[in-house]
């Protein structure tokens, strides 16, 4: 197990977590979800593929081999935030040419 995984370890009831920026007024920051699905994919979560764009990737999770794409709100925008859900082996075989 990695450090601190058990916080962050994803719940079998989870299928998506979305970040949100939060408006501080004179700022905006990412909220706390934002900065768990950071933690999750950089600490976590097993990468498997990108797409050809790079801008979306392909994880595991390896307590429960459940497999989640991580994508952003809008990926128009240069800093935009994320958004992880599980998707299934078929999409992940058609999305990332994997075997």
Same mark, same amino acid.
């Given at each position: 197990?990695?450090?601190?995984?058990?916080?962050?370890? %994803?719940?079998? /009831?989870?299928?998506?977590?979305?970040?949100?920026?939060?408006? %501080?007024?004179? !700022?905006?920051?990412?909220?706390?979800?934002?900065?768990?699905?950071?933690?999750?994919?950089? /600490?976590?979560?097993? %990468?498997? !593929?990108?797409?050809?764009?790079?801008?979306?990737?392909?994880?595991?999770?390896?307590?429960?081999?459940?497999?989640?794409?991580?994508?952003?709100?809008?990926? /128009?925008?240069?800093?935009?935030?994320?958004?992880?859900?599980?998707?299934?082996?078929?999409?992940?075989? !058609?999305?990332?040419?994997?075997?």
């Amino acid at each position: 197990m990695r450090p601190d995984s058990e916080e962050i370890r %994803l719940k079998p /009831e989870e299928t998506v977590l979305q970040g949100y920026w939060l408006d %501080l007024g004179s !700022a905006v920051t990412p909220d706390a979800r934002w900065d768990r699905i950071t933690r999750l994919t950089q /600490e976590y979560l097993e %990468l498997l !593929a990108a797409g050809k764009d790079g801008k979306v990737h392909l994880y595991r999770d390896p307590t429960d081999g459940r497999l989640w794409e991580l994508t952003s709100v809008a990926p /128009e925008l240069a800093a935009s935030p994320p958004l992880l859900q599980v998707i299934t082996p078929e999409r992940a075989k !058609a999305t990332y040419e994997t075997p």
